[in-house]
């Protein structure tokens, strides 16, 4: 795959686009084994609370230091955790080209996840912004690095499928 230069704004941001969108629907569509595969090996992968990211405190609810903690995390999720069904669907816009450095683009998109359990209506789950900087690698876009900033005052229920 070649990075197309930062002077072809739009094209670079409809591939960062289309990045966003096969990630989003492999969490909704609950294909969570393929979820590792948007990472390189040495990703970190958190999801932590504006507060926490503002004061610079690394603190998160699920913070994941490499693909092989994300993989544990599909595991534990598919093995050992109960958990009530759910449909959960993310809503990526504003995807924005922040800085190309090498072969990474750093980059940031706005995020919200509506949730719907089997007997409620469906909620507001999570909003906030993704700050990534991805790897352009022969495979195409990998996450290097995302960090899952939400803006919600509190997690409205348990935070089980990764966001």
Request: overall charge negative; glycine content about 4%.
């Amino acid at each position: 795959m070649t990075l197309i230069e930062l002077s072809d704004a739009p094209a670079l941001r409809a591939q960062l686009r289309d990045f966003y969108d096969d990630y989003a629907y492999c969490l909704d569509e609950g294909r969570l084994e393929e979820w590792p595969d948007f990472f390189t090996e040495d990703c970190h992968y958190r999801v932590l609370s504006r507060e926490n990211h503002d004061a610079g405190l690394p603190l998160g609810l699920i913070y994941c230091m490499n693909k092989n903690m994300v993989r544990d995390r599909v595991t534990a999720l598919r093995e050992t955790t109960m958990f009530e069904p759910r449909s959960l669907r993310h809503f990526i816009s504003g995807v924005r080209v922040m800085e190309l450095q090498g072969d990474h683009i750093v980059s940031q998109a706005n995020f919200a996840v509506m949730e719907s359990l089997s007997d409620r209506e469906p909620t507001l789950n999570m909003v906030g912004r993704y700050l990534d900087v991805l790897r352009v690698t022969p495979d195409g876009l990998l996450l290097s690095r995302r960090d899952c900033v939400y803006d919600n005052y509190r997690v409205r229920t348990s935070l089980i499928v990764p966001i």
